[in-house]
């Protein structure tokens, strides 16, 4: 079992990331970080706010400084941004300080949570000018390579329970995880 590295889950919104992370954290007695909310925390602003007000490189410097500083923490179980990957210094340091987990699933299903997250247009601006269903495919299939190079390990979440996908992991965890010296 991993004791003496991070945990992070990353993967596309909606795909389970905060849900799991905060269940996986009580089962393994970890504190959970959720990052969007240390880069809300850090500025005194949301999300919206924070692309609105200085667009989303603006946004990833901050997640980038959130990152760093989170990752010299306590072992924690981390619930990245969606996005939280896009960047080689983030992978670097998140292939450095721990183990991750790709959450992923299908567009339609990403559409469908987000469609029933009340909470999910005012939390996570609109990344394109696309249509929602359209925007999520063009996102996914831009990032799929770089989920793929940043996890240690790809989990399908659709069809599946928060319980399921954090049993699948504990699982995963208890396994093959590597364990840092």
């Given at each position: 079992?991993?004791?003496?590295?991070?945990?992070?889950?990353t993967g596309?919104r909606?795909?389970?990331k905060t849900?799991?992370?905060s269940?996986?954290a009580?089962?393994l007695?970890?504190?959970?970080?959720?990052?969007?909310?240390?880069?809300?925390?850090n500025?005194?602003?949301s999300?919206?706010?924070i692309?609105?007000?200085g667009?989303e490189?603006?946004f990833?410097?901050l997640?980038?400084?959130?990152l760093e500083?989170?990752s010299?923490?306590e072992n924690a179980?981390?619930?990245?941004?969606g996005?939280?990957?896009?960047?080689?210094?983030?992978?670097?340091?998140?292939?450095s300080t721990g183990?991750c987990?790709?959450?992923?699933c299908?567009a339609?299903?990403?559409?469908?949570?987000?469609?029933?997250?009340d909470?999910?247009?005012e939390?996570r601006p609109?990344?394109?000018?696309?249509?929602?269903?359209?925007e999520?495919?063009?996102l996914?299939?831009?990032?799929?390579?770089?989920?793929q190079e940043a996890?240690?390990?790809r989990?399908?979440?659709?069809g599946?329970?928060?319980?399921q996908?954090?049993?699948?992991?504990?699982?995963?965890?208890g396994g093959?995880a590597p364990?840092?010296?």
């Amino acid at each position: 079992m991993v004791n003496t590295k991070h945990i992070y889950l990353t993967g596309f919104r909606g795909t389970g990331k905060t849900s799991v992370g905060s269940l996986l954290a009580r089962s393994l007695r970890r504190t959970v970080i959720d990052l969007d909310g240390v880069v809300a925390a850090n500025t005194g602003k949301s999300i919206s706010e924070i692309f609105r007000d200085g667009g989303e490189v603006a946004f990833r410097d901050l997640e980038s400084t959130a990152l760093e500083s989170v990752s010299q923490t306590e072992n924690a179980v981390v619930s990245l941004g969606g996005g939280a990957i896009l960047r080689d210094g983030n992978r670097a340091i998140i292939r450095s300080t721990g183990v991750c987990i790709w959450l992923d699933c299908d567009a339609d299903t990403i559409a469908r949570r987000l469609q029933q997250d009340d909470a999910s247009s005012e939390q996570r601006p609109a990344l394109t000018t696309l249509d929602e269903s359209q925007e999520i495919r063009e996102l996914l299939k831009a990032r799929y390579p770089l989920y793929q190079e940043a996890a240690d390990h790809r989990l399908d979440t659709a069809g599946k329970t928060i319980e399921q996908v954090a049993d699948e992991i504990m699982e995963w965890l208890g396994g093959n995880a590597p364990v840092s010296e």
